[in-house]
C-alpha cells in the first residue's frame, strides 16, 4: 500500500467505506489518541454495536480485554511513528467473548503537510484468508491448543503429540511464522491472561500465577517483570491508581 495521505481522517473514513462490501475483513481508523472515527460494519458489529456511532470515540480498552488492547496500543504507537505493521498474526475479541484469529496489517495516516493525524488498519479473517495466511494455519491446532490449555503443565513435546506433528515440525513453524520458540509462546500466552487478571480481578496474585499455569509466585513474578517491565503488584497498583474515584 503507497502512503496514505488525506486533508483530514474525514476524508481517509469517506475513502475507505466501501471496505463494508468486502467479506470477512475488519477495518478501522483511529486518531492519535486511540479513538475509533471509523469502522466498517463487520468491525463494529463484532463488538457489539449496532451502527457506526456506537463506535466513534471509543478506544481498545472500551472493547477489548485489557491484556488485548495493550498490545493493540503498543502496535498503534509505532503506526504512530511512521512505522508500518504486516500481517500481524493476532487474537481479536470483544470483552467476555471467545477471540478469533486475524491477520492485521496497520498504516499511518499522514495529512498534507506530511504529519502523521492518526492510523488505518485492515485485519482479515485467518480461516478465509488465502494467500499469505496459509503458512499460518499450520499454527492454528498447536495456537489454539495452547489458548485453552495454557493454565495446564504444556511442554514442547505434549504440545507436539496433540497436534500430531514432530517436535522438530513444531519448533520449524514456530520460529518461521512468529519468530519465537513454542515454549516462549506459551510463557507469553500466560503473561497475558495474568495481565488481564490482575486488572480486572481482586485474586491475589499467587492465585493468579497457579490459575496460569505458572508453578510458583517467584516464577511467576520473575517472568511478568521481563515481559511488562514491572512487577504483577506494581502493575496491580497502576491499574487501581488510574481507576476514577
Known amino acids: 500500500m503507497t502512503t496514505l495521505t488525506y486533508p483530514s481522517l474525514d476524508g481517509a473514513a ?3 467505506a466501501m471496505l463494508d ?5 475488519h477495518a478501522w481508523i483511529k486518531d492519535v489518541h486511540g479513538c475509533f472515527v471509523y ?5 463494529f458489529e463484532r463488538f457489539g454495536f449496532t451502527s457506526l456511532q456506537g463506535l466513534l470515540g471509543k478506544c481498545d480498552y472500551d472493547l477489548a480485554p485489557a491484556a488485548l488492547a495493550e498490545n493493540y496500543c503498543n502496535d498503534d504507537a509505532q503506526v504512530l511513528k511512521g512505522n508500518v505493521v504486516n500481517d500481524r498474526l493476532e487474537l481479536i475479541a470483544a470483552k467476555g467473548q471467545p477471540g478469533d484469529w ?14 502523521v493525524i492518526g492510523s488505518f488498519g485492515i485485519s482479515r479473517h485467518l480461516n478465509k484468508t488465502e494467500g499469505k495466511a496459509i503458512p499460518f494455519r499450520e499454527l492454528r491446532a498447536p495456537i489454539d491448543y495452547i489458548c485453552q490449555h495454557f493454565a495446564s503443565a504444556i511442554s514442547v513435546d505434549s504440545l507436539a503429540l496433540a497436534c ?3 517436535v522438530s515440525a513444531l519448533e520449524r513453524r514456530f520460529r518461521k511464522h512468529l519468530k519465537k520458540t513454542p515454549h516462549q509462546y506459551i ?9 488481564q487478571m490482575l486488572r480486572e480481578t481482586d485474586k491475589p496474585i499467587g492465585t493468579i500465577a497457579l490459575e496460569t499455569g505458572f508453578a510458583d509466585h517467584s516464577h ?20 487501581v491508581s488510574a481507576q476514577p474515584a
Open 14 to 16: 469517506h475513502n475507505f
Open 21 to 25: 462490501l468486502i467479506p470477512d475483513t
Open 39 to 43: 469502522g466498517n460494519r463487520l468491525f
Open 102 to 115: 486475524f491477520l492485521t496489517s496497520k498504516w499511518p495516516i499522514y495529512n498534507l503537510q506530511g504529519r
Open 164 to 166: 500430531n506433528i514432530s
Open 187 to 195: 510463557v507469553e500466552v500466560r503473561l497475558d491472561n495474568a495481565r
Open 220 to 239: 511467576f513474578t520473575r517472568a511478568f517483570t521481563r515481559r511488562f517491565g514491572v512487577a504483577p503488584s506494581v502493575d496491580r497498583r497502576d491499574r
